[in-house]
């Protein structure tokens, strides 16, 4: 069974920076895909960033040039590094893995709890 577990949320201010980590334990042969989706309670969870196992990513347009998604597979933990962040980046993170290339959040297939982001003016 894969377990992913988010850390390095927190609160900070408007134009400050955090880190994510999401650790990923169990077995990893399926787990070419993984990326970062963050949800707004009422509002449906949105992709952030996508990064495949040679490296490939994709982001959203609302954290291009700001965020940077990356993974060491040797130890099996993915990062977000969350820069110049905005009041409207406040969200519940979550890390998930999928077997294949997608930005399609219903193809996912482990995710984690979760570690909450809040940025204020």
């Known amino acids: 069974q894969v377990r992913l577990v988010e850390s390095g949320g ?66 099996n933990t993915l990062y977000l590094q969350m820069n110049n962040l905005k009041s409207e980046d406040t969200a519940r993170y979550y890390c998930a893995t999928a077997e294949w290339w997608t930005d399609s959040v219903d193809e996912y297939t482990y995710w984690g709890q979760g570690t909450q982001v809040n940025v204020s003016s």
């Open 10 to 75: 927190g609160s900070v201010q408007t134009g400050g920076s955090l880190r994510l980590s999401c650790a990923l334990s169990g077995p990893t042969d399926n787990t070419y895909c993984m990326a970062w989706f963050r949800q707004v309670p009422g509002e449906e969870r949105e992709g952030v960033a996508v990064i495949g196992s040679d490296g490939s990513t994709d982001y959203a347009n609302s954290v291009k040039g700001r965020f940077t998604i990356s993974r060491d597979n040797a130890k």
